[in-house]
């Protein structure tokens, strides 16, 4: 005997009620946060020329002022994210849209530039929609002056994916190109002044998921830390200042490589300092002194390996980056690898450490953090 499905009176009323719920459909374009509100330059910050950027027509417009280069940043930090707008540029144009980029030092190294130009000529590295002195573009894309372009950056630690005018001009794995895998995976949405004009509209950004994970040194404050020497050290808007005579300020926490470890620096003129890791036994210090005349300069692991060349200077911010794994270290400072070495002696764990040495100087240590890389900087 065939059974027939029972249908209750409720059944049919939860049913009419469900189909006359209005239904609200999530455009693609609802989940974007638009970073540019087509009338001023509420949320972004001019970073150098005030005069640099200005709006026109709906869109911001680079004027071209002196002195360059200049930029104008987003007002927040981006980690991972969609990010897609429109540019136009005007007449003979070079320039470009900065990602991850920090308040200090070199953001095409730090970061990296979208690099903008007026006409479709390959330049390799330095091509219309390369990524600036690190990745060719696998076409050109981009239409002549007056015409408008729309560009998509998606940037999802490690790919990362550029479409300009429904062409995909980049397909990146980021770590596996040694051109990018040491840049900062954090930063800010920049557009650049070279002194040339250009329309950016229609700005928007998806956020997408955090990935990492950092592990903050001055958390504890001052408690965290064993202060030795004669040094005066305090704590200030996450930055680890040290004064007066010689001496270190290390953390009590113990780290085991692998690990990056990075730190912005910054020294009064003939400042002389270092950070230190693998506190213990056997301490490895990293030199922090601008003067490209001396046997271990900025950068130098001490009487291991020196810097090959000094890309810093005292009395501006700097960023240090500290690879370390096991026998292996290397050192980047301002993006740049100035030092390398495979001749580290264990035990690889300890404190890290931040040195005060010339005396009745001052040097600044900010926002040093550490992270553990499990496969190693080297693979």
């Not at 030795?228 to 001496?247: F, N, P």
């Amino acid at each position: 005997m065939t059974q027939r499905p029972i249908y209750s009176t409720t059944m049919f009323a939860l049913l009419a009620l469900l189909c006359a719920l209005p239904v609200t459909v999530l455009s693609d374009q609802d989940s974007y946060d638009t970073l540019f509100n087509g009338k001023d330059l509420t949320s972004w910050v001019s970073m150098g020329t005030p005069d640099a950027f200005t709006v026109k027509d709906g869109a911001i417009y680079t004027t071209g002022a002196k002195p360059y280069p200049s930029w104008l940043r987003s007002e927040h930090e981006y980690e991972n994210f969609v990010l897609r707008f429109e540019y136009q540029t005007e007449g003979w144009y070079e320039g470009g849209v900065l990602i991850h980029a920090p308040l200090d030092g070199p953001g095409t190294k730090l970061g990296f530039k979208l690099h903008l130009r007026h006409d479709q000529k390959k330049y390799s590295t330095r091509s219309p929609g390369a990524i600036y002195d690190a990745a060719t573009p696998l076409s050109i894309a981009n239409v002549p002056s007056g015409q408008w372009n729309h560009c998509e950056v998606e940037c999802n630690w490690p790919l990362l994916r550029v479409t300009l005018n429904g062409t995909l001009i980049h397909d990146i794995n980021m770590e596996k190109n040694e051109a990018l895998r040491y840049r900062l995976r954090r930063g800010f949405i920049g557009i650049e002044n070279l002194g040339c004009r250009a329309y950016f509209r229609n700005i928007k950004i998806r956020p997408l998921p955090h990935k990492e994970r950092w592990t903050n040194l001055l958390e504890s404050g001052m408690q965290g830390l064993h202060v030795r020497g004669e040094a005066d050290w305090q704590i200030s808007d996450k930055t680890l200042t040290g004064k007066g005579g010689d001496g270190q300020a290390i953390t009590k926490q113990q780290f085991d490589s692998p690990f990056e470890l990075q730190v912005w620096v910054k020294t009064a003129v003939n400042g002389n300092g270092g950070v230190l890791f693998n506190c213990g036994q056997r301490r490895v210090e990293v030199q922090c002194f601008n003067a490209p005349g001396s046997t271990n300069p900025t950068g130098s692991l001490y009487g291991i390996a020196p810097a090959q060349r000094v890309v810093s200077q005292d009395e501006q911010w700097f960023l240090m980056q500290i690879f370390s794994d096991g026998p292996n270290a290397m050192v980047l400072v301002n993006g740049e690898k100035v030092c390398a070495t495979d001749k580290l002696r264990p035990p690889y764990e300890g404190g890290i450490g931040f040195q005060q040495h010339t005396p009745g100087a001052v040097i600044h240590y900010r926002g040093p953090r550490i992270k553990a890389w499990p496969k190693g900087f080297l693979r």
